[in-house]
Structure formats: C-alpha cells, structure tokens
C-alpha cells in the first residue's frame, strides 16, 4: 500500500465510520497530513484494508522519513495524533451520547463504547491476542487472561522518558486533562479520547473506557478533582449513582489504602462495565441479619476472600449498614485471627465494594481487605505469597478480586517454553527463565499424565487454580471452620 492509497482509505474509513461527514473530508485529510508532516496527496485507488493497515503504513513512512522513531511508543504517539485528526470534538460526543440516552442507557453505551473502538482509542487489533480462558472452581467459573494488549516501553523509550522534562499536567492518567492530551513519552497520548460527564452523589464525574479492556465494555468513572481514593458513605453512595444511571453495569471501587488498592490511589475512581463475574454469581453461603436492619438482605458469600452481600430495595438503608459495617471494620482487631486494625499508627482495615442491580435489587458486596506486612511476607501477609509469585506477584486489585485473573504477559512465552521442557523431560531448574516454575511444574507431572495433546490445557487449568488459591490467601478469614467462627464473630460485632 502507498502513503496515497493509506491516506485515501483512512478518510474513507472515517466517512463510513462517522466519524466525519462528507464535507470534512478535505479539511480532515490536510489535518492528518499536518500530523505526518506532509505536504503533497493525490487520492489513489485503495480497496477497504484494515485501520490497523492503513495506520502502519503510515507510520512505517513517517520512521523512515525521520518523524518519529521506530517504536512502539513513539509510534502510539504519531497514530494518536492521526486519528486525534478525526475524531469529533467533546461537545459532539457528549450530544449524542445523550440522544441515545434518552431512548435507553443500553443505546447509550452502545454508542459510545462503539465510539470508543471507530477511533482507535480502543485499539482492538492488540486486544484480540490477549490470552484468555476460564477455570472451574468450587467458587465457579474464575476468569483468566494474559495481557498483552498494554505495550511495553523499549529501551529506547525508556532512555527518552528519563531525559524528557518532567510535568506535572495532567497530574495522572486519570484526570479529565488526558481528554485531548498530545501524550508525551512518559504519558500517553490522548487526543482521540473522549469523557462523557456525570453526576454523582451531587459532584461532577465523568465516565470513560478503559484502552486495554479487560472485561466487556471495561469502563473507568473517575472524579473531575484530582483527589485521592476514599472508601466511606460517599462512596457507597457514588457507586449507587452510577448504578441508577447506568442499571446494566456493575461498578466497584479498589479499596484506599496501599497493597489491597491495586491501582492509582492519588486520583478517586471506580471502575465499571456491562459484564457479569464470577463473584456476581457465587451464591450467599450464610445469611446473616444486621440489628435493625431487617429489610436488608444479608450474607457471607460463597467466594474465596471474604465478602459480605447487602441486598435490597433502599439504597440509602443499604448505604446506611455498610457505612456501619465499614466504621466497626476499620477498628477492628482480633489476634487470634491475625486482623490488626493498625500497628504503629498505621491503618490497615479496609473495604473494596462492588455496587450492581440484579434481580430487581440492589445488591453491595463489601470485601473486607487488611494490608499488613510481616518480615516473612514484606509484600503483605493477605497478598499473593511468595509459592505463587512464579504466576502473580503484583497486588490484587478490584478486577482479581472479583475472579478475573490479569496475569503478566511474560507468562505467553514462559509457558509456551515449559510446555516443550516438560515434554522434552528437561531439567526446568537449571533453565534460568523457567528455573521459578520447576516446583510448580513437577507438581504437575506428578498429578497429571501430561502428553502434547493435553499439556497445553492442563497448563491453564492449573494456572487457574494457583489464582483461586491466590484469592484465599487474600481473605482475611480463612475459609476453614474456625475462620468462619471468626467471620461470624465480626459480624456479631456490628
């Protein structure tokens, strides 16, 4: 394909995806030529090739030509920049958004989610080769992927990220300053992304996908102040909000201290989408009743960390107990259990919720997290332990916590390479990549007859256990009798 023929295809590609109307074609097209740093086109016959095509070709020559340099970074910069070109101003989406509003919040999403993929922002040519399967448990059906959709920085990118003059705008990723953002090499470029407002709780929030997708229609609801993460009332109450706008999405908040939080704790947000998890489903294994508070539904839910299921009609009268619950948790000390409400001074009670509508009611699921560390687990005692960091070593975060597994994308190649040493009978400890996995992987083989036809699948099953065991060294109560005592014990509490 020319340069010509990609330019060509790319505003026939906005035209059809309505992202641009007829009579912008020409003023589109000389604003992705001052984007690519030309300054000639002749329209030439071009087929209907890919956007993941046309936006190579592009690059490829803007490298050759000296405009950016030839790496995945640099080059997420310029084709930012190109679809930056096309895509719609915010008032636009905002508008139309709310047209499709008003026929129902299913259409809404629909349009913006849609949006959201006709502009690249949502690269879906990356996403497609995230690796992703599901593992039976006794909890169900955990969900497992491999990311590979999020580019990793080169050295090159690497070196110019640390000569680069450090800013301070936006403060994050998270502030509605990316909206439009240029990027740079260390952040993102963001010129084909757009928010939709919202109100919640009385402040102005707004509502945007997530790049990488890890679920159906991933979306992240971030506070327009760039203020840190809080669990209170408030937020039990944000999350309803959202909830009332939005009754096909669930939305959840990582908890708000360090280790149990997973994610940016500087900037408030939750995250949210149409997709239903494992823990959604898992049924109420005890109910319980709260004092007072008889028209709530109430339980220890069947799930391998600890999680309390409030459910009913009244947001406020559900919002009101886990308020209570919440207060009587983060003082909350029992050593026998080893649960410390705080050493030295230093919290470490919290709660991760998740807020649905399901059934006809409105459900909140509150997991009690505790991030205490010990000199034996530095990385923190209710974390991943240091038997499983071969498969996940980094915090676990509201998305884990609900039973989908985002796993590091070293693990594609390290388990493509044990599978052949385990076949081949090789000595995997003396293999310095795989030497971390010998333990787990003679496990393996001594519990499976594992041969080519079956290895491949048995890897991934077992990848899924090693998570759901993951889980349970995240609950605070153990899932054994006296655990349980201990659960109730809690409750009793409040």
């Known amino acids: 394909m020319t340069v010509n023929q990609a330019l060509t295809a790319l505003v026939n590609y906005a035209e059809k995806e309505g992202l641009i109307e007829k009579e912008d074609r020409i003023y589109a097209l000389n604003s992705v030529l001052g984007a690519l740093s030309l300054?000639?086109?002749?329209?030439?016959?071009?087929?209907?090739?890919?956007?993941?095509?046309?936006?190579?070709?592009?690059?490829?020559?803007?490298?050759?030509?000296?405009?950016?340099?030839?790496?995945?970074?640099f080059r997420d910069l310029i084709d930012t920049k190109i679809m930056g070109a096309l895509t719609p101003r915010p008032s636009y989406v905002i508008e139309k958004f709310r047209e499709?509003?008003?026929?129902?919040?299913?259409?809404?999403?629909?349009?913006?989610?849609?949006?959201?993929?006709?502009?690249?922002?949502?690269?879906?040519?990356?996403?497609?080769?995230?690796?992703?399967?599901?593992?039976?448990?006794e909890y169900g059906d955990i969900d497992v992927t491999i990311n590979l959709s999020k580019p990793e920085k080169d050295p090159?990118?690497?070196?110019?990220?640390?000569?680069?003059?450090?800013?301070?705008?936006?403060?994050?990723?998270?502030?509605?300053?990316?909206?439009?953002?240029?990027?740079?090499?260390?952040?993102?470029?963001?010129?084909?992304?757009?928010?939709?407002?919202?109100?919640i709780n009385s402040e102005n929030w707004?509502?945007?996908?997530?790049?990488?997708?890890?679920?159906?229609?991933?979306?992240?609801?971030?506070?327009?102040?760039?203020?840190?993460?809080?669990?209170?009332?408030?937020?039990?109450?944000?999350?309803?909000?959202?909830?009332?706008?939005?009754?096909?999405?669930?939305?959840?908040?990582?908890?708000?201290?360090?280790?149990?939080?997973?994610?940016?704790?500087?900037?408030?947000h939750f995250q949210g989408g149409?997709?239903?998890?494992?823990?959604?489903?898992?049924?109420?294994?005890?109910?319980?009743?709260?004092?007072?508070?008889?028209?709530?539904?109430?339980?220890?839910?069947?799930?391998?960390?600890?999680?309390?299921?409030?459910?009913?009609?009244?947001?406020?009268r559900i919002t009101e107990l886990a308020e209570k619950i919440l207060n009587k948790w983060r003082s909350y000390t029992d050593e026998e259990a080893f649960i410390f409400a705080e050493t030295d001074g230093v919290p470490h009670n919290t709660i991760t919720p998740i807020a649905r509508f399901a059934g006809g009611k409105y459900e909140l699921d509150l997991v009690l997290r505790n991030n205490i560390q010990t000199e034996e687990y530095p990385d923190g005692y209710y974390h991943p332990h240091p038997e499983y960091h071969h498969i996940k070593?980094?915090?676990?975060?509201?998305?884990?916590?609900?039973?989908?597994?985002?796993?590091?994308?070293?693990?594609?190649?390290?388990m493509a390479q044990l599978r052949e040493a385990m076949l081949a009978g090789r000595d995997i400890s003396a293999d310095e990549t795989l030497a971390k996995h010998a333990e787990w992987?003679?496990?393996?083989?001594?519990?499976?007859?594992?041969?080519?036809?079956?290895?491949?699948?048995?890897?991934?099953?077992?990848?899924?256990?090693?998570?759901?065991?993951?889980?349970e060294q995240c609950g605070v109560f153990s899932r054994d009798e006296a655990g349980r005592a201990q659960f109730i014990k809690f409750i009793e509490s409040v």
């Open 39 to 73: 300054d000639s086109f002749e329209p030439e016959e071009c087929g209907k090739p890919a956007l993941e095509e046309i936006l190579a070709c592009l690059l490829d020559d803007a490298c050759e030509r000296g405009i950016c340099e030839d790496s995945v970074v």
């Open 100 to 137: 499709a509003y008003a026929e129902s919040p299913e259409k809404a999403t629909d349009f913006y989610y849609n949006f959201s993929r006709k502009t690249d922002y949502i690269r879906e040519y990356r996403i497609k080769n995230d690796m992703k399967w599901v593992t039976p448990t």
């Open 156 to 199: 090159k990118a690497i070196a110019a990220a640390g000569k680069a003059k450090q800013s301070g705008y936006p403060k994050c990723q998270l502030c509605i300053e990316n909206e439009g953002y240029y990027g740079r090499v260390n952040h993102p470029a963001r010129e084909n992304h757009r928010i939709i407002p919202v109100t």
């Open 206 to 268: 707004f509502m945007q996908y997530s790049p990488y997708v890890y679920y159906n229609e991933h979306c992240i609801v971030l506070n327009s102040a760039h203020v840190p993460m809080k669990i209170d009332r408030g937020a039990f109450n944000k999350l309803f909000d959202f909830v009332k706008f939005l009754p096909h999405y669930f939305v959840g908040s990582n908890a708000d201290l360090s280790i149990v939080g997973g994610s940016i704790l500087s900037h408030e």
């Open 274 to 316: 149409n997709y239903t998890f494992a823990m959604a489903k898992a049924p109420i294994e005890k109910s319980v009743e709260f004092e007072g508070y008889s028209d709530i539904e109430a339980g220890i839910v069947k799930w391998p960390m600890s999680v309390i299921r409030l459910r009913g009609d009244d947001t406020l």
């Open 393 to 414: 070593k980094e915090n676990i975060g509201l998305i884990e916590v609900m039973g989908l597994a985002v796993l590091p994308s070293r693990l594609k190649s390290e």
């Open 441 to 471: 992987a003679e496990m393996i083989k001594a519990k499976y007859d594992i041969n080519a036809d079956n290895i491949t699948d048995i890897l991934k099953k077992e990848i899924g256990i090693v998570f759901s065991a993951i889980l």
